[in-house]
């Protein structure tokens, strides 16, 4: 018989209709918890579903198995209705050993489904994850349905046919779990199989023990004797907009863009960087690209990553770095250097939880005001921040676009959770990009490099090599009209006003701000940037639909603000603005505006939940 078929199933059991459903993958780094949530998101998306994602895992290369400081996660959101965040809290709970229901537990719904592995369930497992006793055995689970099976024996069983090793046959339990997942939610398991063929091509014992376990899981849903009160799934498909779509994570459309955004420009792409979680994902992204006109760079450190960048915008071509919070900080002076010589570059700032090394692997939005202010001098530059994983294409070609059109270095503000989390991306036309082709200056008469547009205040970009255009550029404060080295305290003065002038007029480039859903401007104005879009969206909506008054308001361009902003905030009475930090956007707000911003802020590593937003909106509708 082949196993790996579906065109028998069994008999289609009863199942529960359910709009949306939380479930969080959890165990030990090393179950592989995030390429389970993958092939699970992938299923999901093949279903016509919506979904938001969430990976969660540790900092440590390798933890000690069976450590609480070990788990590795994977949590997805997916339904039929439109799906903003991965979810405040998971309905069903898939925990492999004592320390992923350790860690994991008390953030399940109550009555929430936890299917968990009894095998792995032994006294040092226990020891390990800090339980006395055993929790399947005490009252610790009563809030919640239980359906504890033996994965890591059934995952032997399923392979004892093969001639593989034990240890070999339990690294497949991961594989068990999302068979009987799959069937639990109705999901189709052939493209996992197909996924696997393909992943193990050329370790095909390998391939097919993942693919019996696949299938051995599956049916034991479809043949097994469920708890009473454990009820297979129905998710419909949701009601999307037509158009081609593709799973994406947020450095995956950040690569994509930045890639579009170069060729509307007819430049190639350098980018220059040194490997930092979890800023590393962009430069994997753009290296498997490079039929696309990239170049990667990987430097000996952060300073030469930008200084290679830096040179390569000198050179014309599209300078791109990327780094976190640590990384961006070793930047600040070559970043002035940019500022200086006003040499278009893209700086992607993948922020993570700090200060110093901070949280690796969490998330956090505390580098605002880094990227606002955090270099030597007055040295402005335009600052604009990615919402969700897709935007992360769309605000990459505008990062290109404001840097290329305005001369100018333009940092581009992501986090942990945008370069990881995943979503539904349709994907645009050729037809739909913009096109902002740049003109290299060829005019001899009267070049100098300091010569200016005079609507945009951009200096000149002229090839080194080009006849007639040798010139000199450096750190070291220029002649306004010749570019020649000057100490003069006057052009100084005019030199700092004009390239703070050239910054503020780009806010005639960008779009006004508007209130998300159009929403006429009254109650509550949430206000917020970056990734917390999704959240502070369901939240807002959830109080709507309750009969509060609140609007959300997502800025995407933080440096110049949108013109219409101060005036667009003066309608509110209220005004609270959730962040990932401890509230440097309000801090902006009440400077730049003088409106009484309140601050709801969160560093806990983890992004807001949606019940935050809107218990937060309705404390203030009360008073």
């Not at 071509?317 to 040499?343: F, M, N, Q, W, Y």
């Not at 951009?458 to 306004?480: Q, S």
Request: proline residues 6%; aromatic residues 8%; contains cysteine.
């Amino acid at each position: 018989m082949d196993v790996s078929a579906e065109s028998q199933p069994a008999a289609e059991p009863q199942r529960e209709s359910v709009e949306s459903v939380v479930v969080r993958f959890a165990g030990d780094s090393g179950d592989g918890m995030q390429i389970t949530g993958d092939q699970f998101t992938r299923a999901a998306a093949l279903m016509g579903n919506d979904f938001a994602t969430f990976p969660d895992f540790p900092a440590e290369i390798r933890a000690p198995v069976g450590t609480t400081f070990g788990v590795s996660a994977f949590q997805i959101n997916f339904g039929s209705r439109q799906i903003l965040t991965a979810g405040d809290v998971p309905d069903v709970l898939v925990a492999l050993n004592p320390a992923a229901l350790k860690v994991n537990i008390e953030e399940l719904e109550p009555g929430g489904l936890v299917i968990v592995n009894t095998s792995a369930f032994k006294p040092a497992n226990l020891r390990k994850a800090g339980y006395e006793v055993n929790p399947l055995e005490d009252n610790t689970l009563d809030n919640y349905r239980v359906f504890d099976i033996a994965i890591s024996d059934l995952t032997i069983k399923a392979v004892e046919n093969l001639d593989i090793s034990k240890k070999d046959a339990l690294r497949c339990k991961n594989m068990w779990a999302l068979g009987l997942v799959l069937w639990l939610f109705g999901r189709k398991r052939g493209p996992v199989l197909d996924w696997l063929k393909e992943k193990f091509a050329k370790k095909p014992d390998v391939a097919e023990a993942n693919i019996a376990a696949v299938n051995a899981g599956h049916i034991y849903g479809e043949t097994s004797e469920l708890p009473t009160n454990v009820i297979p799934y129905k998710v419909d498909k949701a009601k999307i907009q037509p158009g081609l779509y593709r799973s994406v994570v947020g450095s995956q459309a950040m690569a994509y863009g930045l890639i579009a955004g170069a060729q509307a420009a007819n430049l190639n792409i350098m980018l220059g960087s040194y490997p930092i979680t979890p800023a590393s994902t962009l430069m994997h992204a753009l290296a498997s690209l490079k039929e696309y006109g990239v170049v990667t760079f990987q430097a000996e450190d952060e300073i030469a990553a930008v200084g290679s960048a830096i040179g390569a915008s000198f050179a014309g071509s599209l300078g791109v770095t990327s780094s976190s919070g640590p990384g961006i900080a070793l930047k600040s002076e070559a970043l002035g250097l940019a500022v200086s010589v006003e040499l278009p570059l893209v700086i992607v700032n993948w922020q993570r939880g700090g200060p110093s090394t901070g949280l690796p692997t969490k998330t956090e939005q505390s580098d605002l005001l880094q990227a606002m202010y955090g270099r030597h001098g007055d040295c402005p530059m335009p600052v604009i921040a990615a919402k969700t994983p897709a935007d992360c294409f769309d605000v990459a070609i505008e990062a290109t676009r404001l840097a290329t059109k305005y001369m100018t270095p333009v940092m581009l503000l992501a986090d942990g959770y945008l370069a990881n989390a995943s979503e539904p991306w349709c994907i645009p036309s050729e037809a739909s990009l913009p096109i902002f082709p740049v003109e290299f200056t060829t005019e001899v008469e009267g070049f100098h490099p300091s010569k200016r547009d005079p609507d945009t205040l951009a200096r000149v970009w002229a090839k080194p090599g080009t006849e007639g255009l040798a010139h000199r550029i450096g750190g070291i404060e220029k002649n306004f009209e010749t570019g020649d080295i000057s100490y003069d305290s006057a052009n100084h003065q005019h030199m700092t006003d004009v390239r703070g002038q050239k910054v503020a007029g780009i806010a005639n480039d960008i779009p006004e701000q508007e209130i998300e859903g159009g929403f006429e401007p009254k109650g509550v104005a949430v206000v917020g940037w970056g990734s917390t879009f999704g959240a502070l969206e369901r939240g807002v909506d959830q109080v709507r639909e309750a009969g509060g008054d609140a609007c959300h308001i997502h800025i995407r361009h933080l440096n110049p603000f949108p013109k219409n902003l101060g005036e667009l905030l003066s309608n509110f009475d209220r005004i609270l603005v959730p962040e990932l930090n401890t509230g440097q956007l309000s801090i902006m707000l009440r400077d730049q505006f003088l409106v009484p911003a309140e601050r709801l802020n969160k560093v806990a590593g983890r992004p807001f939940k949606a019940s935050e937003i809107e218990e937060a909106i309705w404390a203030r509708l009360e008073k």
